[in-house]
Each structure stands twice: as C-alpha cells, then as structure tokens.
C-alpha cells in the first residue's frame, strides 16, 4: 500500500505561504515535512515521526456514518504554533 506522510491535511491548507525558517524556537530535533512548506512564522511545538503506523483515514460522510480508508506506511504528526498576525480569512 502506499505510505502515507500522516495527519497533514491542516498543514497542507497553510502551505501557500512562503516558508520562514524558525529552526531555533522549534521543538529540539523537529523538522519540516519535505512535501510541505510552514506557514510564515510558525513554529513546532509538537513532533512525531514513526517508521510505520496503521491508520484508518476518513475519505467521505456515508448516510451510515463516516467512511474510512486503511492507509500504512511512515507517520508524520506536526504541530505547529502559529503567529498572532494569522488568519483564516
């Protein structure tokens, strides 16, 4: 099965901005996904990367409930703090 980078959707959202390095402030040892870019200014608080994980992955609302994929592979958690000057809008 492919492998599957993790739980990076809300961090792909923020990926249109272009990355500022921030590597002192960052969680000792945490980096950057190589497929996505920070948001301007944020830093990771958080980091976990697993060599493999099994993970049920939502893909669509069914009538029945919420309809999962399977997915396993390398795992990549990040949790970023982001800057007061950002927004959703």
């Known amino acids: 099965m492919r492998k599957f980078g993790g739980m990076l959707a809300a ?8 990355w500022v390095a ?16 920070r948001f301007a ?26 309809d999962v994929k399977h997915v396993e592979g390398r795992f990549t958690y990040l949790k970023y703090s982001l800057p007061k000057t950002a927004s959703c809008t």
Do not use: C, W, Y
């Not at 961090?11 to 272009?18: D, H, I, Q």
């Not at 921030?22 to 950057?32: I, L, W």
């Open 22 to 37: 921030r590597a002192d402030d960052d969680t000792e040892g945490a980096k950057d996904h190589p497929m996505v870019q």
């Open 11 to 18: 961090v792909a959202a923020l990926s249109a901005a272009p």
């Open 41 to 66: 200014g944020s830093i990771i608080q958080e980091s976990v990367v697993r060599d493999f994980e099994e993970f049920e992955f939502p893909v669509a609302d069914k009538d029945n409930g919420l």
